[in-house]
């Protein structure tokens, strides 16, 4: 098993235990005549493995990305008025020891935290240290790894989880808490009594029907920085997400944060289904856009699980995007893509359509209820490659007992064989969440017999009777230096990119990819 894998291992029983310490009884109040300071905060790494990157939510950072659902937060409690900060010492380049000493002199009243399974030791550290330094302040966790671990995340009073989908419960749990008014009714948080010591879960809130009424991210907090898409090639880059969750029951899949955490909070109380996928209208989305190119964005990411969904949308969309000449990406499966999609991805600037396969096996595609075939596959690939759209590859390794050495070879070879622009190999990860965790969990594939965060990119737990945890670790790194360092790769590569400064930053990505 990986170095990551083995060392979090090791720390299982104090990862999932909570700190014994007095609860101190505080009112944790503002007054009703002041305006509540709020930062959204992403310490760095506290440990000598690189941070938690939060958006995608399963891996360490490759290369920096922008945190769109946080952002999105943030600018509804602007909206309302409040004093909102932002302090991310990841995108900083800053140390812990920065972290810290920033907290000893910021006055702030709520600190709110994004979390992933991967950032539960270091947000729980880092909220130890807050609630040290001034009890009265309140912390907030939201995102993937609050709304399923969530009592590993309330060690005291001052901390509060908002689980599922955050904005609405953000917003109405800070302006109660600024007006010091009960809020431990309200839908959707979990949080620890002062008295008893007692974890309170409330029912979960209704989701966000109407997407349109929430802001545009709050991107000026982060302009200062530099964002790039390795697989654009062109700067200045911003991503947008224009639905919420995704309709298909692939037994794996955690396809973002915001939407894994959607789901969990969702089939807890709705017999395990999956939640409906919001949208947001094409005009909605098309301001958006509009308003990136008037701040000069060049490029943009379109995070969501599936972005194409109908010809009349991608239609509105794609004329904006043409519109203002800015190049852009999407994610989308294989059977969405047919001759008018691919000639309108090619017509509109399309730069790149990621497309999850997982793997060549029709027995192996059928196990994990991916709904597609390997004839779909090539047909698509296909017909982006007609039309001249770039197409890279996701596969995941290990993604069913009848996954064997054999397996993962073919996939690779009939992957190279294609010559698309990229491949991303990953490992399969047993997310509690998912239905491939309860499989795992019952039939003893998880190394130690339960999960814990790994990076998807590096390490494994799961070890099947004929196929080890060592075995993918090994495949996998083999997989990523043939095609990352294929001649081929290299030249369709190369040559793409618009600034050398680009060319540096996904440089930097693959070597972190390959050897951490």
């Keep these: 098993m990986g170095?990551?894998?083995?060392w979090i291992g090791s720390h299982t029983e104090k990862f999932f235990t909570f700190v014994n310490r007095t609860i101190r009884t505080s009112?944790?109040?503002?007054?009703?005549d002041?305006?509540?300071?709020?930062?959204?905060?992403?310490?760095?790494?506290?440990?000598?493995f690189k941070p938690a990157e939060r958006t995608a939510g399963c891996t360490r950072v490759v290369y920096d990305m922008v945190n769109i659902y946080e952002l999105t937060v943030a600018a509804l409690l602007e909206k309302r008025g409040f004093d909102v900060r932002y302090k991310n010492f990841v995108l900083e380049g800053k140390s812990g020891d920065d972290c810290f000493a920033f907290l000893r002199e910021d006055d702030s009243d709520c600190y709110c935290f994004w979390t992933v399974n991967l950032s539960i030791p270091t947000d729980r550290q880092v909220q130890a240290f807050i609630y040290k330094q001034r009890p009265s302040a309140r912390t907030l966790f939201l995102g993937p790894g609050a709304t399923y671990f969530t009592a590993a995340l309330l060690d005291n009073s001052s901390a509060i989880v908002v689980r599922g989908e955050p904005e609405e419960t953000v917003e109405e749990l800070c302006l109660l808490l600024e007006k010091g008014a009960e809020w431990r009714g309200i839908r959707g948080i979990s949080y620890r009594e002062v008295e008893s010591g007692r974890i309170v879960h409330n029912p979960s809130r209704p989701l966000i029907k109407d997407l349109d009424k929430l802001p545009f991210p709050a991107i000026h907090f982060v302009r200062s920085y530099t964002f790039s898409n390795p697989k654009l090639k062109v700067s200045p880059y911003m991503a947008m997400v224009t639905s919420r969750n995704c309709p298909f029951h692939c037994i794996y899949c955690v396809p973002s944060s915001l939407t894994f955490a959607r789901e969990i909070e969702y089939k807890r109380e709705h017999d395990g289904k999956k939640p409906p996928v919001g949208f947001r209208s094409p005009e909605n989305v098309v301001a958006e856009i509009e308003s990136l190119a008037a701040q000069g964005y060049r490029a943009i990411g379109f995070m969501d699980d599936n972005f194409i969904v109908t010809v009349d949308r991608l239609r509105t969309i794609g004329e904006a995007l043409k519109r203002h000449r800015i190049v852009w990406g999407c994610q989308a499966r294989v059977d969405a893509i047919d001759e008018q999609i691919a000639a309108l991805l090619h017509e509109y600037g399309c730069r790149y359509v990621d497309l999850g396969v997982e793997s060549f096996n029709d027995d192996i595609l059928r196990y994990i209820r991916k709904g597609i075939t390997t004839a779909?596959?090539?047909?698509?690939?296909?017909?982006?490659k007609k039309y001249h759209v770039p197409v890279k590859l996701n596969i995941l390794i290990g993604t069913s007992p009848i996954e064997t050495e054999e397996t993962i070879k073919d996939t690779l070879r009939k992957a190279k064989k294609l010559k698309v622009d990229q491949v991303m190999f990953n490992i399969v990860s047993p997310f509690p969440g998912t239905e491939f965790y309860e499989q795992a969990k019952k039939n003893g594939w998880i190394e130690g017999g339960e999960y814990v965060p790994t990076d998807v990119q590096?390490?494994?737990?799961?070890?099947?009777?004929?196929?080890?945890?060592t075995q993918m670790e090994r495949l996998l790194f083999r997989n990523n230096l043939r095609f990352f360092l294929s001649p081929s790769f290299i030249w369709q590569n190369i040559r793409k990119f618009s600034s050398f400064k680009d060319f540096r930053i996904a440089l930097k990505a693959l070597k972190i990819k390959l050897f951490g």
């Design 458 to 469: 590096r390490d494994s737990i799961l070890s099947y009777p004929h196929l080890s945890s």
């Design 34 to 48: 002041s305006t509540m300071k709020i930062t959204f905060l992403t310490p760095p790494s506290l440990d000598k």
């Design 376 to 384: 779909q596959i090539y047909a698509s690939i296909a017909l982006l």
């Design 3 to 6: 170095y990551v894998s083995r």
């Design 27 to 32: 009112s944790h109040s503002v007054t009703a």
